[in-house]
Structure formats: structure tokens, C-alpha cells
């Protein structure tokens, strides 16, 4: 396996100067015209272009989670896990279509400011809570040790706190010029992170063909990997049967099959795209047309994304299979699964390993940055300007925002330093979903019902909030225990550690179902229509015919894939 050589270490260097210098070019840039303010900072008021935008959303949501987590994922279970990319491309159509003319006609900065306009003060600061909760301790957490361990890996260990605290510093530089600085520089991020990514899967195609003597040919990689590990190459789980092996119940238990697509997967994916501060923050400055053509090109991004974060992982799942990677799959002697991603960067050529490891760093430093700012967003806006400072001048919030950024990061790296949080045991992908999983159903569902039904009520929607976080508890911890292994609800499986579990997704399926009878029993009690209640005309809800055409290609080469991998 090579390492770095010269020739990477100045690929990498002229990527972070580019970057950063075409950042503090587009905040010079914004000084000079005057535009400062808090709007400018945390929305880039309208200034970005949809392809900007789309190119933001993938940047954004292209990070550790996908390119260490999902190759992760891609060597336990194959090409299943594809359905967390493929089913965001109809998320990002419903958000588009549904979504984002709602919040735009609201004049909608912040997802609490939703809250707070259509229920109540109490709503939004309860859910402003949980956010920052969720964005410091699982997001930006993971996604900095899972990024910083990567990298480390690849640069032959010893280099976890200073790459973690590198990281970290990057990421400041480019929160700090605001969202506008944020979308820009996520263009050339995203430009990089293909270019980069896409070469990784080139050359573990090449790996896995020169492994089995077939040459230097991706097609022929791709094509032994297809017939080596047929079951890596299905998108639908089979539920275990009885004295089923542990391997195959844990697949299950991350990927529940067909029935997850029936619970928890859609909740993950329009939670994720349609009510998270930290993506929808990207349209939310923009006008109609510009934010729905940006958020579909982002859709049409989503169905090409598991080329670049899940090949990689199930190619190198075939070769430590057929006796290969077995040094670069250990790391302190323990085999991790969120190493097969930089188990293949590590066999890049010289040059391109510099290229492809300032891809995983783009993705790492954008999401980073854009998770901080969206911190930053909801803390200030809707705590600070709310709950200690009223009076706070436009000025004074910016500077706010930036110390917030800060703190932000420097709480970040002390739980990162020694994995407080146990990210590097559970797996990082599947500690980002499932802990999101604890909050998510909620979110949406008072979302949902706050957006299309006119009865809800602010007393039904905390009730709601409540009810999501117990069951998710319940659920995730608690239910095998009491109610046992088998009901008219769920199946528990062992989970290898002398406990049953219930799968995730199936249980943020099960914590969304008792969120919305609850939330719309409260509701019934109340008057018919509530008086904070949204005027939706339909007229909202109409798309252009070019709007339309990319909602008909991203839904055709859909239907292909599922038909192909089905």
C-alpha cells in the first residue's frame, strides 16, 4: 500500500489554499457591496444561484456519514444501503414541490421560527433545544471522528488529535464568512469530492480485477464483484428465520428489508431534506423557482452518489473476503468496518491519493462547516436574539453567531478526542441513524401536521414531541424486555450481545405511528381550525414544465435501478 508521497502533500495544500482563498474572495466581495447582516450571514439572502444550492445540499450531506459510514455499510450489507441515497431523490421531489413553497411564502428563516409561527414559543424552544442537542452531540461529532479517523489511517496513524483539530480549523475559516461563503466554496467542494470520489472507484474496480487476474479493467472488477458476492448486490433484506447466523440478523437489524420503506426510511429522509435547519437552510434565502430547480438537482445528484461512497465499500468487502486488506481493515488490533473506505484510498497511485484524500477532507470541511452554521443559525436566532438579548443590534447577532461557531467546534473536538461517545464501536453510520432516530419521528410529524392539517393544536404538537422521544426509547431499549420478542408490531432479533433488538428503522416507524395518534387526538379536542393554522392555496403547489421534466427523469432512472437490483 503507498503512502503519501510529495507530490500528494502538495495536491492537498494547493486544494485547501484554493479553497480558502475563493472563500475569502467571496466574503471580500460581500463587504465591499455592504451586505453584512444577520440575514446575509445565515441565509446568504437570495445571492445563491440553484446550482449552488444543489451543489450546498450535496456537499452538506456528502460527508464522513456517507464516504467512511456508507462504504462502511456498503461491506457489511451491500447495496442496500443505496436506499438512503435513492430514496432521498423522491424526499428532495416532495420537499420541492411541497415543502419549500411553504416556508418561502412564510417568510421562514429558521426551522423553530416555523414553530414558533404555527404553534406556540414553548414548541420552538423545546425543538430549538433538541437540534442543537442532536447537531452537537451525534452530527458534527461524528462527523469529525469519523472523517479525522480516516485520514488518519490513510497517513499511517498517530495523527488523530492533530488532523482532528486541522479539521476543525478549516471548517471555522469557512463558517465564519456566512452561508454565502458556505454555498460558493461547496461548488468547487463538490467538483473536487466527484472528481476524487469517483477515481476511489475506479481503482477498487481495477483492484478487485487485478486481484482475481483479470487485468487492469473496471468493468471486468465491477462484474467479478456482481458474481462473487451476488447478495452485496440486492436491494431487499430477507427476514431471518429461525437459527439464522448473527451476520445475517445484524444486516437485517440495519436494513430491515421492504419493511423499512413501510417505516422508518421515509421519516430519515424527509425529516432529513424537508425540516433539518442544516439542509433547507440552503433554499430558504432564495426565490421559488431557483430553490425547487436547486433542490432537484440535488435529487439527481442522490442517484449517482452510491457509485462513489458504496462501491468502494463492497468492493473492498470482496477482497478482504478473497484474503486481501486484512492489515488495512485493523486498526489496534480490532477489525472495523468504517475502514474499507480508506482500505482503498490507501492503494491509490501517487498524486491521485492526494487528489482523492482532499475529496473525503471537501466532504468532511463542508458538512462541518455547514452543520456549525446551522448551530450557529438556530442558537442565535432562536435563543440568544429570543431569550437574552432582545435588543441585540444585526451586528451584534453576526458577532454572536461566530463565537457560537467557536464554541460550536471546541465542544466537538473534547468529545472527539478520546470518542466519548463510543462513535468508533457502534459504527458511525449507524450511530448517526439511529440516535437522529430518536427525535426524528416527531419532528416530522408535527411538520406534517403543522403544514396540511388546520386542527393541530401547540398543546398536541408538544405532546407529540414527547410521545416521539418515549417510544423511541421504548422501542429502541426497553420493548423486547416487557412485551417480548414477537407481538403484532415487531419482530426482535438477537443482537449478538446477549439482547434483543427491534431493527431501527422499524422502531422510528413504530415511534412516528403513536406520535401521530396522539398528536391528532389532542388536536380533535380543540376548535376545527386552529387560529395559528397555515393558508395554503393550491395555486403554491404548481411547477413549471422544467420543473417537471427533472421530477420525470430522476423518477424514470429510479424505477430503473430498483428494477435492476431489486
Known amino acids: 500500500m503507498n503512502k503519501f508521497a510529495t507530490i500528494d502533500y502538495v495536491i492537498f495544500v494547493i486544494y485547501f489554499i484554493v479553497v480558502t482563498g475563493y472563500g475569502y474572495w467571496v466574503y471580500s466581495r460581500k463587504k ?13 439572502e437570495g445571492s445563491l444561484t440553484w446550482w449552488a444550492i444543489g ?9 464522513a456519514e456517507q464516504f467512511i459510514g456508507t462504504s462502511g455499510q456498503g461491506f457489511e450489507v451491500g447495496l442496500a444501503v443505496a436506499a438512503y441515497e435513492w430514496v432521498a431523490a423522491i424526499a428532495l421531489i416532495i420537499v420541492a414541490v411541497w415543502f419549500i413553497p411553504i416556508f418561502l411564502k412564510n417568510k421562514i428563516f429558521t426551522m423553530p421560527q416555523f414553530l414558533h409561527n404555527r404553534y406556540n414559543e414553548t414548541v420552538s ?13 451525534v452530527n458534527l461529532t461524528s462527523i469529525l471522528y469519523l472523517g479525522a479517523l480516516a485520514i488518519n489511517n490513510l497517513m499511517g496513524g498517530g495523527y488523530l488529535h492533530e488532523i482532528i483539530i486541522a479539521l476543525s480549523i478549516f471548517a471555522l475559516f469557512i463558517t465564519l464568512g456566512g452561508m454565502k461563503v458556505i454555498g460558493f466554496t461547496d461548488v468547487i467542494q463538490v467538483l473536487v469530492l466527484v472528481i476524487g470520489g469517483l477515481a476511489t472507484t475506479y481503482i477498487a474496480l481495477t483492484l478487485v480485477s487485478e486481484h482475481f487476474g483479470l487485468g487492469k479493467d473496471a468493468m471486468a472488477g465491477l462484474n467479478k464483484m456482481m458474481s462473487d458476492a451476488p447478495e452485496h448486490f440486492r436491494m431487499m433484506m430477507a427476514k431471518p428465520k429461525p437459527g439464522a447466523p448473527q451476520e445475517e440478523i445484524n444486516k437485517y437489524l440495519a436494513l430491515p428489508g421492504i419493511a423499512m420503506y413501510f417505516a422508518g426510511q421515509w421519516i430519515v429522509n424527509l425529516n432529513y431534506w424537508g425540516c433539518n435547519q442544516y439542509i433547507t437552510q440552503r433554499a430558504l434565502g432564495a426565490d421559488l423557482k431557483t430553490a425547487r430547480t436547486g433542490i432537484l438537482f440535488a435529487g439527481l445528484m442522490k442517484l449517482a452518489m452510491p457509485v462513489i461512497v458504496v462501491l468502494p465499500g463492497i468492493a473492498a ?4 473476503k478473497n484474503g486481501a486488506l486484512q492489515q488495512e481493515m485493523t486498526t489496534g488490533g480490532h477489525f472495523k468496518i468504517d475502514n474499507a473506505y480508506s482500505a482503498i484510498l490507501g492503494f491509490l497511485p501517487t498524486g491521485l491519493k492526494g487528489l482523492s484524500v482532499a475529496a473525503l477532507t471537501a466532504a468532511i470541511v463542508a458538512s462541518l462547516a455547514g452543520k456549525a452554521n446551522s448551530i450557529s443559525t438556530i442558537f442565535t436566532l432562536d435563543i440568544y436574539k429570543k431569550h437574552i438579548n432582545k435588543e441585540a443590534s444585526e451586528k451584534n447577532m453576526v458577532v454572536f453567531g461566530r463565537l457560537t461557531i467557536v464554541a460550536a467546534l471546541v465542544f466537538s473536538i473534547i468529545l472527539t478526542w478520546k470518542d466519548l461517545l463510543g462513535i468508533g464501536g457502534e459504527g458511525g453510520f449507524t450511530f448517526i441513524q439511529k440516535y437522529t432516530g430518536f427525535i426524528s419521528p416527531g419532528i416530522f410529524a408535527i411538520f406534517i401536521l403543522g403544514f396540511f392539517w388546520k386542527r393541530t393544536t401547540s398543546a398536541a404538537a408538544i405532546a407529540g414531541i414527547l410521545t416521539s422521544f418515549g417510544m423511541s426509547v421504548l422501542f429502541n431499549n426497553y420493548a423486547p424486555k416487557l412485551f417480548g420478542h414477537e407481538t403484532f408490531l415487531y419482530t426482535a432479533f438477537p443482537n449478538g450481545k446477549g439482547g434483543y433488538e427491534i431493527p431501527f428503522l422499524i422502531c422510528m416507524g413504530l415511534s412516528f405511528l403513536f406520535t401521530m395518534i396522539v398528536t391528532i387526538g389532542i388536536s380533535l379536542a380543540g376548535p376545527k381550525v386552529n387560529p395559528k393554522a397555515l393558508e395554503i392555496p393550491r395555486s403554491m403547489f404548481k411547477v413549471e414544465k422544467s420543473t417537471m421534466a427533472l421530477i420525470i427523469v430522476t423518477l424514470i432512472l429510479l424505477t430503473m435501478l430498483y428494477v435492476k437490483f431489486w
Open 32 to 44: 465591499i457591496k455592504g451586505v453584512s447582516d444577520s440575514h446575509d450571514f445565515f441565509l446568504a
Open 125 to 137: 424552544f423545546i425543538m430549538a433545544i433538541f437540534w442543537l442537542l442532536l447537531y452537537v452531540l
Open 317 to 320: 468487502y470482496v477482497l478482504y
Open 55 to 63: 451543489a450546498s445540499l450535496i456537499a452538506s450531506n456528502i460527508s
